[in-house]
């Protein structure tokens, strides 16, 4: 009993140190400017690179996280991050410093997917929504963490040393994840391979998995929309200090966390992971056109930038756990794995997109623009028709 929320808290806190690496130079973006010279177009294209390296890698990692297990690809996946992490202080040039994120990125696949897919063999169907909902908690708290003390330490040391604060996390994590990373009943070899289901058919072969990748995908453009340019929308348009705003972010991250774990037990109670994304979809909209509209106002616009940011966090641990419950565990890893790329289409290219949607126009337009994605996700998710009972829970 006590042994599958240990592996739960394992994930969750592997997925911390990831995500930190992955995505904390969000939370040092007027560091990376004024360290490089570059404008918020350019600034916003390198804090999309990590998430191309991870487009680009994570259906391989898919695959070895199948074959060879969560231990081995964890453990690879975070040595690879503190190494290239480590060696930021040594760049001084804008493409010294995207080489390293896009490899952060690249290193940075398995974590998430083979934390997941170790969860979701410790638990069981109708307790899954709660379990992945407190592992998905790791996004917010990972983000809060990063946003707290990563804006900190750039404002007094640099953008260069603030970047080892995740390798610092990473092999830190390393000894737990070699410890403790096993499958249920098993103790393999990090090693060994491991036979698959023998009826493990494609999932692929039917409509509804590639509609939750959909989701996943639209959802993600609101999501790094605010992850991205939070921070220094209320530097620059509301004269915060970097320090203060990374400390409202921070904060915001514990009702996204909360918000997270809640829809994860809203799913379970109504046996349904996508019909609390519709929902949560559209209210995250709402808020971003009202962001938009009241962005010169600073009380209101604060208030609904934490709103907009809460909803927008809220969905990952739904569509994740959707997605894997979808294919099965045959093909959970390379599932998952397939989710993280196709949202890393999103995370890649929404900070690009919406940075020059902010040089051309202002913020007002990028808000806009990320709430019409959330809006189209409505009309994607697949909500399966109530059958009455709740033993099952549908995606």
Not at 66 to 95: N, Q
Not at 318 to 333: I, K, Q, R, S, Y
């Amino acid at each position: 009993m006590g042994k599958r929320w240990l592996i739960l808290c394992l994930a969750v806190v592997a997925q911390m140190a990831s995500l930190s690496a992955l995505f904390g130079v969000a939370f040092v973006l007027p560091e990376l400017r004024q360290t490089y010279g570059i404008t918020v177009t350019q600034a916003g294209t390198l804090a999309g690179l990590p998430s191309l390296g991870l487009l680009l890698t994570l259906l391989g990692w898919g695959v070895l996280i199948d074959r060879y297990g969560e231990r081995f690809t964890m453990t690879a996946s975070l040595t690879l991050t503190a190494c290239l992490l480590a060696l930021f202080p040594t760049v001084d040039t804008p493409l010294g410093a995207g080489v390293l994120l896009f490899g952060v990125g690249a290193a940075g696949g398995p974590v998430n997917a083979a934390g997941g897919r170790l969860v979701m063999g410790w638990f069981a169907a109708r307790e899954r929504g709660l379990a992945m909902g407190l592992r998905q908690t790791a996004q917010p708290l990972g983000m809060g963490m990063s946003a707290a003390l990563l804006p900190v330490l750039a404002h007094h040391h640099g953008f260069t040393v603030a970047m080892l604060l995740p390798a610092v996390l990473a092999v830190a994590v390393l000894p737990l994840v070699v410890l403790f990373a096993v499958p249920p009943g098993g103790g393999r070899a990090a090693g060994a391979a491991r036979p698959r289901p023998a009826a493990a058919s494609s999932p692929y072969r039917h409509a509804t998995i590639w509609r939750v990748h959909g989701v996943s995908m639209l959802l993600g453009v609101p999501q790094f929309t605010v992850v991205t340019y939070a921070l220094v929308y209320l530097v620059e348009q509301h004269s915060w200090s970097a320090p203060a705003a990374g400390a409202l972010l921070a904060a915001v991250q514990v009702p996204g966390a909360l918000a997270r774990l809640g829809a994860g037990v809203w799913s379970d109670r109504v046996g349904s992971r996508l019909g609390p994304v519709r929902i949560i979809a559209g209210c995250g909209a709402v808020a971003l056109v009202l962001l938009a509209a009241v962005s010169p106002l600073p009380g209101a616009a604060v208030v609904l930038l934490v709103v907009a940011a809460v909803l927008t966090m809220s969905h990952n641990g739904l569509t994740f756990t959707a997605v894997a419950e979808t294919a099965g565990m045959g093909w959970a890893g390379r599932a998952m794995a397939a989710q993280n790329s196709l949202q890393a289409v999103s995370s890649s290219l929404t900070p690009v997109v919406m940075g020059a949607l902010v040089d051309w126009f202002d913020y007002r337009a990028a808000f806009a623009a990320a709430a019409l994605f959330g809006a189209a996700a409505i009309a994607v998710v697949p909500v399966a028709p109530r059958s009455g009972g709740r033993a099952a829970v549908r995606p």
